[in-house]
């Protein structure tokens, strides 16, 4: 061992060259790691675009992101910045909010269905997205997590949003073009009576009906799920008069 501790001793100096070589290979492996991550996002624009110009349709450029206004310092601000990580629990939240509009609003179904259709490439790759994040999402702003783990959640929520985006607009661009025009028409009558099922002007008698026959329409059509059709069950009760209401006696 005392030659070994000699030579530590002789050439200690050594450790600072080393140290900055280290330091250098993981700069190197961060931005190696970035530009995959930037890839991969531009693969999935390609890929949209190339589905869009197959289709005969130009897709809309990604909507241009606001311009970052200057933040003032803690100090003179007064108030705690927020962390990374609150940043992105607020944007996966968002977008997992964005994400349920679609899932629990029959209108939104009925009018931009491959929102909801898993077969659907870009809505698919949505869902692959969602399921990554919601995976690697830590359980709290007070988890201990590493940088790795911090990077990998952070990639996996920007995956996520412009997963999303990619499936909305597309599903903007296909509305019901991907029906026949018997499902077109299964289609229109059932907003029709969704219309009914939520119109005050209309008798209770009709809304319930309407509602009733709303799943039926949809039947094969559109995977509505059950909380779907809860929301909207709500919805119509709320406009159905009460009991007491006078206008519930009105013939």
């Known amino acids: ?9 002789n050439y200690w100096w050594l450790a600072f060259p080393l140290f900055g070589l280290g330091a250098g290979a993981w700069n190197s492996l961060q931005a190696a790691s970035r530009r995959r991550h930037k890839q991969k996002l531009e693969l999935i624009r390609a890929r949209a675009e190339l589905r869009a110009a197959e ?3 130009i897709l809309p450029p990604p909507p241009a992101k606001p ?6 310092s803690e100090d003179s601000a007064g108030e705690k910045r927020p962390s990374t990580l609150e940043r992105l629990f607020s944007t996966h ?13 029959v209108a939104k179904m009925i009018a931009y269905p491959a929102m909801s259709d898993g077969r659907q490439p870009l809505t698919a790759a949505f869902l692959r997205a969602k399921r990554r994040a919601d995976h690697l999402r830590p359980d709290g702003l007070d988890a201990r997590i590493s940088a790795d783990d911090l990077r990998e959640y952070r990639e996996a929520v920007t995956d996520f949003e412009v997963a999303f985006d990619l499936a909305e607009r597309d599903a903007k661009r296909l509305r019901d073009s991907e029906f026949t025009d018997a ?25 319930q009906s309407a509602y009733r026959r709303v799943r039926e329409e949809l039947d094969g059509l559109i995977a509505v799920s059950d909380e779907a059709m809860e929301t909207l069950e709500k919805k119509v009760m709320r406009e159905l008069p009460r009991a007491d209401d006078p206008k519930a006696a009105r013939p």
Not at 93 to 104: F, G, K, N, S, V
């Open 1 to 9: 061992m005392e030659p070994l501790f000699d030579f530590l001793g």
């Open 55 to 57: 289709t005969g349709v």
């Open 67 to 72: 311009e970052k206004k200057k933040q003032k």
């Open 93 to 105: 939240d968002d977008i997992t909010a964005r994400w349920l509009d679609y899932e629990l609003d």
């Open 183 to 207: 499902e077109r028409k299964r289609l229109a009558t059932a907003q029709r009576l969704l219309n009914i099922a939520v119109d005050e002007a209309a008798t209770p008698a009709e809304r």
